[in-house]
């Protein structure tokens, strides 16, 4: 019996949510910025701060650090708006769900 052997994404253990959103991926490889560099980049683009922010675990990871860091010593230089869009995505992730499901209750006929 013939088995075709495919490399899927999630069977090698890369996260499907960051191989579709790092572009970057899909041309190095690699996750690592310094790897950035051999697309003929030295500094890496906007862009790249914001995907990042999509997934809802990282921008609580990062949202706490940023927290953390205001009120301490700085430990990386991101910036004020990646942070702020990272919490725009939080509040919708929260609350466009439960805005959806109750207009969807408030549409159905429950008699």
């Known amino acids: 019996m013939f088995q075709h052997h495919r490399r899927s994404l ?3 253990g890369v996260p499907a949510f960051v191989a579709l959103v ?13 790897r950035f560099f051999a697309l003929g980049s030295s500094v890496l683009p ?10 809802p675990s990282t921008t609580y990871y990062l ?7 205001v009120f ?3 430990k990386q ?3 004020l708006f990646p942070n702020l869009f990272g919490l ?12 959806w499901g ?7 006929d429950l008699s």
């Open 88 to 99: 725009l995505v939080l509040i919708l992730l929260g609350t466009l769900p439960l805005i």
């Open 46 to 55: 906007t862009w790249v701060r914001y995907t990042g922010r999509l997934n």
């Open 77 to 79: 230089d991101v910036g």
């Open 63 to 69: 949202g706490q650090e940023w927290l953390v860091t």
């Open 72 to 74: 301490g010593p700085p």
């Open 10 to 12: 999630v069977s090698s």
């Open 22 to 34: 790092h572009r970057k991926f899909l041309f190095t490889g690699e996750f690592a910025n310094d």
């Open 102 to 108: 109750y207009r969807r209750f408030e549409q159905a």
